[in-house]
């Protein structure tokens, strides 16, 4: 069983920064793929970025470039920096963790789910 806590959401001026923090339980958390999704009022959860246990990354192409997904094994803790964020950037943000993978956007793959933070962008 893997508990996650998202931490860090809040409310920016278009252009600025944030870093989100997804803390988990367990001992075995190194093994784990984590990702970062997220839902808009209204909308469908979706797919942001993905990390898997070695570290390797991919990323939506909406956010390409401007977010980076990192981990620290250590911490049991996967980050989420979000930079030259957008008003469409808004949403609760989502951390999750798979013990496996076939496809890293598809959230049905994901085990565990933490309960959100929200960030909210301002024009």
């Known amino acids: 069983q893997v508990q996650l806590v998202e931490s860090g959401g809040a409310l920016v001026q278009a252009g600025g920064s944030l870093r989100l923090s997804c803390a988990a339980s367990?001992?075995?958390?190194?093994?784990?793929?984590m990702a970062w999704f997220r839902q808009a009022l209204g909308k469908e959860r979706e797919f942001v970025t993905h990390?898997?246990?070695?570290?390797?990354?991919y990323y939506a192409d909406s956010v390409k470039g401007r977010f980076t997904i990192s981990r620290d094994n250590a911490k049991n803790t996967v980050y989420l920096q979000m930079n030259s964020l957008k008003p469409e950037d808004t949403a609760v943000y989502y951390c999750?963790?798979?013990?496996?993978?076939?496809?890293?956007?598809?959230?049905?793959?994901?085990?565990?789910w933490g309960q959100g933070t929200q960030v909210t962008v301002s024009s």
């Open positions: 990390i898997n246990w070695s570290g390797s990354t």
């Open positions: 999750a963790a798979a013990r496996s993978y076939y496809s890293p956007t598809n959230r049905g793959e994901y085990d565990y």
């Open positions: 367990g001992r075995t958390f190194s093994s784990y793929h």
